[in-house]
Nanobody
Framework: QVQLLEFGGASVQAGGSLGLTCEAV????????MAWFRRAPGKEREFVASINWSGATTYYGDAMKGRVTISRESAQNIVYLQMHTLGPEDTALYYC???????????????????WGQGTQVTVSS
């Protein structure tokens, strides 16, 4: 059984930056493709970014493209999401997800991600 633990959610001012961390527990074992999604109040879940098991391939959703960077620790299932130039529209619960798909390219939709975290809240005030 794999658990995903998200860290780093906070309240920030518009224009600010924030970094999120997701760690798969246990750390050892298969390397997973990992992704971040978010759900804002009253809206559907939205893809933010994904990264393949080696870290060589990344995809970004349109909503935060250019303002976010996903990265990971090599050989470990720890993934980071660095966000900047945040606005109130970025207020959401941010979820980490993981898929055991080997070297395949990371997915941009929720299908295929077997493991999900509980989410970490990001609130951006104007």
């Amino acid at each position: 059984q794999v658990q995903l633990l998200e860290f780093g959610g906070a309240s920030v001012q518009a224009g600010g930056s924030l970094g999120l961390t997701c760690e798969a527990v246990p750390r050892t074992g298969d390397r997973y493709t990992m992704a971040w999604f978010r759900r804002a109040p009253g809206k559907e879940r939205e893809f933010v970014a994904s990264i393949n098991w080696s870290g060589a391939t990344t995809y970004y959703g349109d909503a935060m493209k250019g303002r976010v960077t996903i990265s990971r620790e090599s050989a470990q299932n720890i993934v980071y999401l660095q966000m900047h130039t945040l606005g109130p529209e970025d207020t959401a619960l941010y979820y980490c997800a993981a898929a055991d798909i080997g070297p395949s390219s990371p997915m941009s939709g929720p299908a295929g991600y077997l493991y999900w975290g509980q989410g970490t809240q990001v609130t951006v005030s104007s």
